[in-house]
Every structure is written in C-alpha cells, then in structure tokens.
C-alpha cells in the first residue's frame, strides 16, 4: 500500500536571521502496512541534497532523524512508530550554516540534544553549538561554543555522550585534532589540542567499562612508522592519552609461496562500541583481503565488509563475520553509524549491521558507488548470523546511519537518488522488524546466503536460502571442492579465506567469504 501523506508544496524561501525553528510541510511518502515494517521518503526541491547525519529513537518509539539540506539548514525528523511524519523544525542560525552531527536522548526526561557545527558564510572560525528540546522539538536551551583555536574550518565532529558530560573529537582540514568536554547544558568544561602527530582520521569515540576512572577510548586511522592502519587511543576522564593501540594484519593463507594477509582498512566507514555482553568491543569496518608474493609485492587486493570483536586489550578475536559480496559488486558499511543494538536487555544481545552493496569502486564515499541495495545482517552475540536481507534494490538507496528499536528491530535513514529530470537526493527512513520482515512489494526484500560457523573448523552450514550447489575457491581463485546442499565437511581445507559460490533453488548465486581455522 502506497499512502500519500502530503501533497507537495513549495518550501518557504530565505531563512531566519536568527537561530530558529519552523514547522515545515515537506512532501513525502509512507510506505507502510500492518506490520511493524515501513518505509517513510522526504522529497528534497530539484537539485538539491538532503544528507542524514544521524537517527535515534524515542522512548516511546518514534524515530528522529537529523539532516543538513546542503545549504544553510539542518532539520530534525520526528516520525511515530507507523512511520507517518508528526514534525520536521528546521534549524538556522544568523549569517551561519548549521550541520546537527548527533542526536541523543536526555536521560530520565523527554528532552533531546542535538551537537553541530555552526560555519559562518562569510568564513571566519567555526563553532560548536548544542541545542536542547522537549518532546515536541521546541527549543528549550541553546549555546554557541567559539573553537579559537581552530586554524582551519572542522571536518568532522565526532560526539560521546558519558554519564555527565560530552567527548567531542574535532578533526580540522589540515587534520590537526582536539579533545573538547562539554556539559548537558552546552557550557565549555575543558579544551585540549592532541599532540599525536601520527593520527590520520578519527572514525568514533566510546566508553571503556570497567576501566578505572572514566576512560574512553579513540577507534581511528593511525600511523606508526609511517604505516597508516586501524587503531585506537586510550585517554583518561582528563583527556590525557594513556596508550594506544594497532590492529595488526593477519595471515589467512600461504599457497605456492604467495601470502594471503587481511587487515582493517577504512577511513571513514568504520565504527567500533562496546559489545552488549560487555565481553569486549565490536568492530563494523571493511576488511582489504591482499595476496602478495613471498617478498610481498602485492598481486591482488580484495575487500568486504567485516563485523569482528576485540577483548577489553583490543586483541582482535577470532569472532567474526565476514559479509560477502556477488563477483562485480561491493559491500561498505553505512556512512556514519553502521552497527547497532538496543540498549534494552530483551533485545541487546542481538546486533544489526548495515551496508550497502554497489558497483565495484574503491572509494569510501558511498555515493562514488551505482547502489544496488541496502543489506541488514542481524547477528547475535557471538556474532552467528541469524538473518542477511537486502532491501531496496531497484532503486539507489544509499544508507548512512542505523538504530537499534524498542521492538527488537531497526531503523535506518540515508538518501535515495531520484533522476527523473530533477536530479535530487531525497532522504528516507526505513523501519523493520526482528524478523527483518516488511512484506511490501515497494521494498523488495530478498533473503541472502550466510555461512556459519564463521570461521569454521569443521563443517559450515548455509543458511538463508536453500543452497542446491556450492563451488569453494581459494585465495587463487582455484576451485579446492564442491557439496551439495546447505552442509558440508571442511576439515581437508588447510586454514585461511575461501570464497563460496552458493547458487540456490531460484538459480541465484551468492558469494560468501569464509574463514577456515582449525
């Protein structure tokens, strides 16, 4: 069913001289039924981007989204749990461009925080400002922090919210990087310029439970001798640097003197948060799979997209999932926030990861990719896959940030290209339930091939489709055995990374990679 909420209309022209919110008519369409599943789409003006940096959701189930229109403006989404718009303010400040970077929900309260960058048109130095709202998303608190010490324009802000106050790390253009903490009501508590020269990219900050003190902890692109690679920083509850840490490669495979590595590598579409058993953390990352030689010139690299856990020293585990992707294709995470789980102890032990799968390029910006869908892995704590699904494949869709829900489901928000002669961007925000069912024709829902144990020791199973045959190659491309099937006994493969060909009952063939380690 197809349910036009709003007849389009024209948007208001200009905006505020001052720092203001206004409840807009925004054309947009419901797609929905009596399911927990819907899709809800906001139709930008022509030529125009509408970009989603983050979703949450309410106490009471509703979901806000908040979006920078590409111009001046930044507006918050407020959408019930049937997925119908109940809001849209719309956030401007005098003579400046307002970007919300993060939502979060004000404990113990109805109210919500918003974090953005505040840019001046004229040019002159950034500024950070948070907002406050009740649950109608009127204004209660706002503040404007000036960043003197800033020498170029910021180039991402990323925001943890602790148990008092606010970590934001603020990376410049010219990627010099500072520590600010700031309290609920947006008062500046402390400002530290880092002195980590070897820090490339700053992916997102989180908690570290159990650490004495309040500690936090950096996941990052780092360089060490002149080796850029994943890793993360330690600091105390002073924003003092304590240890850091690398994730090193690891040797899946040696065939005929060629060395299969695999490592992290992901500059921007890379998350990492504390697991919800509290046994360590998780990574969402692409994993670069390289085949060199024994003198490691390299002859070919590989990447899919990986979810992985670290204990509490950030040792990488042998617990991981790796996503595959069709022959031509790719998978990267969502932009900004690409796993999830809820916090509420019936649901957190179930984990959702989001990607999008597209045209084979190597870029991180998901827009550089010809979208063929968006992909929802929902695992459990060990990181066992319960379902893979792809949605949305016969439009470009291209996912940015995902929520656990209060249903054991999930919410996702990212933008959607539309070419009939207006060449825009328009935002959706997908729900679907902990069945990953929607059940509508709009959606597309197509259940994907998975394999576990992943990794195996000594048999896999497929799950997800009925599997009629499957080829298995090694790093080399060379086919090592075939079954028939969803079972099979690997014990005769020596260890490293495989590729399954799985082709099912409706002679689809998946691609999935897997471990062997015995």
Not at 408 to 430: S, W
Request: overall charge negative; charged content about 20%; hydrophobic content about 40%.
């Amino acid at each position: 069913m197809i349910t036009k909420i709003q007849e389009p209309v024209n948007r208001a022209n200009g905006l505020l001289a001052l720092l203001s919110i206004i409840l807009l008519s925004i054309p947009s369409i419901l797609f929905s039924q009596e399911s927990d599943g819907w899709l809800y789409v906001a139709e930008a003006p022509s030529y125009t981007t509408w970009r989603p940096n983050d979703i949450v959701e309410t106490p009471n189930g509703d979901v806000l989204v908040a979006f920078w229109d590409y111009e001046k403006a930044s507006h918050i989404l407020k959408l019930s749990t049937e997925g119908s718009l109940l809001s849209d303010q719309m956030i401007t400040a005098q003579d400046s461009v307002v970007i919300i970077s993060r939502l979060f929900i004000n404990d113990n309260s109805n109210e919500y925080i918003a974090l953005a960058l505040c840019r001046p048109e004229s040019g002159g130095t950034d500024a950070i400002m948070t907002l406050r709202f009740d649950d109608n998303l009127c204004v209660i608190q706002r503040n404007v922090i000036a960043c003197d010490d800033l020498e170029q324009p910021i180039f991402n802000l990323c925001v943890l919210k602790q148990a008092n106050d606010f970590i934001i790390a603020i990376t410049e253009r010219n990627y010099s990087y500072h520590l600010v903490k700031l309290d609920f009501d947006g008062d500046l508590l402390e400002w530290k310029n880092m002195e980590i020269d070897s820090l490339i990219h700053v992916c997102n900050l989180f908690e570290i439970p159990g650490e004495d003190g309040c500690h936090f902890g950096m996941y990052a692109y780092t360089s060490a001798n002149n080796d850029a690679k994943m890793g993360v920083l330690v600091f105390d509850d002073s924003m003092e640097l304590l240890r850091r840490e690398y994730f090193e490669p690891w040797q899946n495979e040696e065939i005929g003197g060629n060395i299969c590595l695999s490592y992290l590598y992901d500059v921007i579409n890379s998350m990492m948060i504390p697991s919800p058993d509290n046994s360590g953390f998780l990574i969402s990352s692409r994993l670069t799979e390289s085949l060199y030689t024994h003198d490691f010139h390299p002859i070919k690299n590989d990447r899919s997209t990986i979810i992985a856990k670290t204990d509490w020293d950030f040792v990488m585990q042998n617990d991981y999932e790796l996503v595959g992707h069709l022959n031509d294709t790719v998978e990267i995470p969502a932009y900004y926030k690409s796993i999830a789980y809820h916090a509420k102890p019936a649901y957190s032990k179930t984990i959702y990861q989001c990607t999008m799968q597209g045209f084979e390029n190597v870029s991180a910006w998901p827009m550089a990719l010809s979208s063929l869908g968006v992909i929802v892995t929902k695992v459990d704590e060990d990181l066992n896959v319960i379902w893979k699904k792809r949605f949305l494949s016969k439009y470009e869709f291209y996912p940015f940030a995902i929520t656990g829900t209060y249903d054991g489901g999930c919410a996702i928000t990212g933008m959607v290209y539309d070419d009939n002669n207006e060449r825009r961007l328009d935002l959706f925000v997908f729900k679907i339930d902990a069945n990953g069912t929607v059940g509508l024709d709009e959606i597309q829902e197509e259940c994907l091939a998975f394999v576990y144990p992943n990794p195996a020791k000594e048999t896999v199973n497929i799950g997800g489709v009925e599997a009629e045959e499957t080829v298995v190659y090694n790093a080399l491309g060379q086919r090592v055995m075939s079954f028939r099937g969803n079972e099979a006994n690997v014990e005769t493969l020596a260890d490293g990374v495989y590729l399954l060909r799985v082709t099912d009952g409706k002679g689809i063939t998946h691609t999935i990679r897997i471990v062997v380690n015995k």
